[in-house]
């Protein structure tokens, strides 16, 4: 068993498809089927069983699915720990971030450090506040930084930035530019970011600090992304809580409304986990920020 074998394996049970898992790792589809054929003839069990036109993990290939994650995670390490030696001539720093971190605070940030060490790669992966922690605890990342709250004993927190969220309307919309009262509030149709999200964390704690529970807003949408939310918004005359950072271009081309409501700010923070040390690279990333 090789980690070639290994790392094929993986990206054809993630994808459930074998052209697509060589497209990904720029093989042939030939070589692919080879590698999972070798494996499946080397230990004598079947890792998946064709089901209609596709492919499906059997029960042998389920159950080897996260050994053969953990193998790979663990040659990642390996490499890392190598490549530590090098002096920061090479290397890879992986980074979970949130949207909003991701989209609009940590851009200029990664292009600096790749300006100052072009030889480290830099991967990152965006997802919400909950997903991002998730992948520093399982290993997927180094560390991550997001503009939610983290409770997770496992993981170390800090704060590294942050920003102001609002409430935000369609500059048509009857709050925008008067008064914001809890009536209002609760009379009015609401797009959300979803359950998870540090966005819609930071939102709730605003509305429970004016004496409003999300339970007594009408909440006609819930999505995954600020800009969806603020497209939303805009369209279909809802209130919005976001990020001034995701809200500023649309204000600034008159799309967008800030209600006259308080909004504190709130900070981005970094998570490591308390018993994986960030590696070099790492390290001087977070040094950066």
């Not at 009262?181 to 959300?192: D, E, K, M, N, Y």
Request: hydrophobic content about 50%; proline content about 6%; overall charge neutral.
């Amino acid at each position: 068993m090789t980690l070639e074998q290994l790392r094929i394996f993986v990206a054809v049970a993630e994808r459930r498809h074998v052209t697509r898992a060589a497209e990904a790792l720029r093989l042939t589809q030939s070589a692919v089927s080879a590698a999972v054929a070798a494996l499946e003839a080397r230990y004598g069990a079947k890792l998946f069983d064709r089901v209609g036109r596709g492919i499906e993990l059997s029960a042998a290939g389920r159950a080897f699915l996260p050994e053969a994650r953990a193998v790979l995670r663990q040659a990642e390490h390996a490499a890392q720990a190598l490549d530590d030696l090098a002096g920061l001539r090479r290397g890879e720093v992986t980074i979970a971030a949130s949207q909003t971190v991701a989209a609009y605070w940590l851009p200029a940030r990664l292009a600096r450090f790749a300006q100052a060490y072009p030889g480290v790669r830099l991967k990152l992966s965006v997802g919400n506040t909950s997903q991002a922690a998730q992948a520093v605890l399982a290993g997927e990342a180094g560390f991550a930084v997001v503009e939610g709250a983290v409770a997770e004993p496992a993981l170390e927190s800090a704060p590294v930035g942050g920003d102001h969220p609002g409430l935000y309307a369609a500059p048509d919309h009857p709050l925008a530019g008067g008064s914001v009262t809890p009536s209002a509030l609760r009379a009015a149709t609401w797009v959300l970011r979803e359950p998870g999200s540090g966005t819609r964390a930071h939102a709730e704690a605003e509305l429970a600090a004016a004496g409003l529970g999300v339970a007594e807003l009408d909440v006609r949408l819930e999505l995954p992304s600020n800009e969806a939310v603020i497209a939303a918004a805009i369209a279909g005359g809802a209130l919005a809580a976001v990020s001034d950072l995701a809200a500023a271009p649309f204000v600034a081309a008159g799309r967008l409304a800030r209600l006259s409501f308080p909004a504190p700010p709130r900070a981005f923070t970094r998570l490591t986990h308390r018993e994986r040390p960030p590696s070099r690279a790492a390290a001087a990333f977070l040094e950066l920020l």
